[in-house]
């Protein structure tokens, strides 16, 4: 993470250098970067639209667990059980789009449920973005995607 924020100031740096020059101005070299710092605490938290009802909605519409539960054999079982949970950690930006979906406990999960959990999650609606003083920002949120794994 260190390392990302010094290459992003060393980049942000060199073209100032580059264009203080006077070939282009500054002010169009700023317009191009954009600010992709994330804001960790918020007056108001990130929100699926529609909230809680409308979440779980979008799950029982778009989760197809049935590959994950094909491929769950006896040591799929022991190794992960029936009941799986994906935390999933993600960045929801300005405009609510959703990016940078990752998995936190994917090694307490099955590798499909895994696969499942990230697709749905990159097909998400935008949502409503976190707030600090009024104005939407950045946030990084954590949100749970629950299954049973077992045939029916």
């Known amino acids: 993470m260190v390392m990302k924020w010094f290459w992003v100031g060393m980049c942000s740096c060199v073209l100032l250098s580059f264009t203080a020059k006077g070939d282009i101005p500054v002010s169009k070299i700023m317009f191009f970067l954009q600010d992709t710092s994330v804001v960790e605490h ?9 909230g809680v009802k409308r979440w779980n909605e979008f799950l029982s519409r778009n989760l197809d667990i049935r590959q994950a539960i094909y491929a769950m054999d006896s040591t799929a079982y022991v190794d992960y059980g029936i009941r799986q949970t994906a935390i999933l950690e993600f960045t929801v930006c ?3 789009e959703v990016c940078d979906v990752e998995i936190v406990n994917r090694h307490k999960i099955s590798p ?3 696969e499942e959990a990230i697709r749905v999650m990159n ?11 009024g104005k939407p920002v950045r946030t990084r949120f954590r949100q749970s995607v629950t299954a049973i794994l077992e045939e029916q």
């Open 112 to 114: 499909e449920f895994a």
């Open 123 to 133: 097909k998400s609606p935008k949502w409503r973005p976190g707030l600090v003083e």
């Open 94 to 96: 300005e405009d609510g």
């Open 42 to 50: 918020v007056d108001v938290y990130p929100q699926f639209r529609g």
